[in-house]
């Protein structure tokens, strides 16, 4: 069974590819906070709807917030109480 450390290179590809980080993702640690990186609150937004996308979740209301998209940790942490994880788990078992 895949667990969440498993979609950790699916998050930081959505991070290289919407986050507009003056980074590169891949020298980010899991804990380092993104906006520090470069991350604007508006790439914010495009980073959630790519990851809604990629593991077909949506963020409630109460998760729209700066801390829930702060660093790759806090993403994992969210798309794991979102279910994302089980999710991406059965589409990788289907493929």
Do not use: C
């Amino acid at each position: 069974m895949n667990t969440a450390i498993d979609f950790e290179p699916q998050i930081r590809q959505v991070l290289r590819d919407h986050g507009r980080l003056n980074r590169d993702v891949g020298e980010i640690a899991p804990d380092t906070d993104l906006y520090q990186a470069g991350m604007t609150s508006h790439a914010s937004v495009n980073v959630m709807l790519a990851l809604e996308g990629k593991f077909d979740v949506e963020f409630p209301d109460r998760m729209l917030k700066r801390s829930v998209f702060a660093s790759v940790d806090a993403i994992r942490s969210a798309l794991t109480e979102l279910g994302a994880i089980e999710g991406a788990d059965a589409q990788v078992a289907q493929a």
